[in-house]
């Protein structure tokens, strides 16, 4: 009797497999069945989405991502305005210019930022002016007589007394007519607004025949350079003031030799005209 040939096993996957791929998906059709029979909460999905929205702002085409939109709402065209978007993330400047604090303005009528802006563009103006001031008066060589500063209201050159004066004395020395007349000229080139002359002492008394007080003395000085620059220059004398401050504004300590000698001065205010 011939012997029978091994059955050979048959072609493709084991017949456990399609019992387990049947039992997959008899599972995955359990799951889904079970989410359709589920509800969803509104408010925590709305709670959601705009905590995803604040965060990423993906919901709104990116509106508060960086500023208002700039670069990413509004598209590439507002690449334009990158100097408004560094601004405003303070990556460059702490401050807006005066000319966008106008346009604050114009749109909130805040009259507190007019004010702040025209404040902020007299103070560049005024720089700008310390500055000529300044080449002018290191051209003629007289930094070391002539003093200059500035604020938003006004640009001041500042003259030591005792250039101007002898002591106790309201008469112009021989020796400061030469510097009066090149301020004269610095003030006829850039002063277009008030020009205010006023008068400091130091806080040492003074009673003389002439002057009972440091007030008159102060007065008395501001009126000869008034009196100087009104006949040798060509200045509208209708802008020019002149006061005595006395003892009252000193700048420095009026305890010490030195200290006194900075408080003994003349200043000339050249106010901006805005």
Known sequence: MAKRKPEEPAAGSPAWMSTFSDLMNLLLCFFVLLFSMSTLEESKWAELVASMNNT????????????????????????????????????????????????????????????????????????????????????????????????????????????????????????????????????????????????HTDNVPIHSARFASNEELSSARALSVFYYLSEHTLLDMSNLKHAGMGERVPIADNSTAEGRSKNRRVEIRIYNPS
């Open 56 to 199: 990423f702002s993906v919901f709104n085409g990116g509106a508060t991502a960086i500023g208002d939109g700039i670069l990413v709402s509004n598209g590439v065209s507002q690449l334009n305005e990158l100097d408004k978007y560094i601004n405003s993330t303070g990556k460059l400047s702490d401050s807006d210019s005066p000319e966008e604090k106008l346009e604050e303005y114009e749109k909130s009528g805040d009259v507190t930022i007019l004010q702040e802006a025209l404040e902020e563009q007299q103070l560049q103006d005024n720089e700008e002016l310390a500055e000529l001031m300044g080449e002018t008066i290191a051209e003629n060589r007289l930094a070391d007589q002539v003093d200059v500063s500035f604020n938003a209201q006004y640009v001041q050159l500042t003259m030591k007394g005792a250039l101007l004066f002898d002591s106790g004395s309201d008469e112009l020395r021989e020796e400061s007519y030469t510097v009066l007349d090149q301020v004269g000229v610095i003030l006829e080139r850039y002063a277009a607004g008030i020009i205010e002359i006023e008068g």
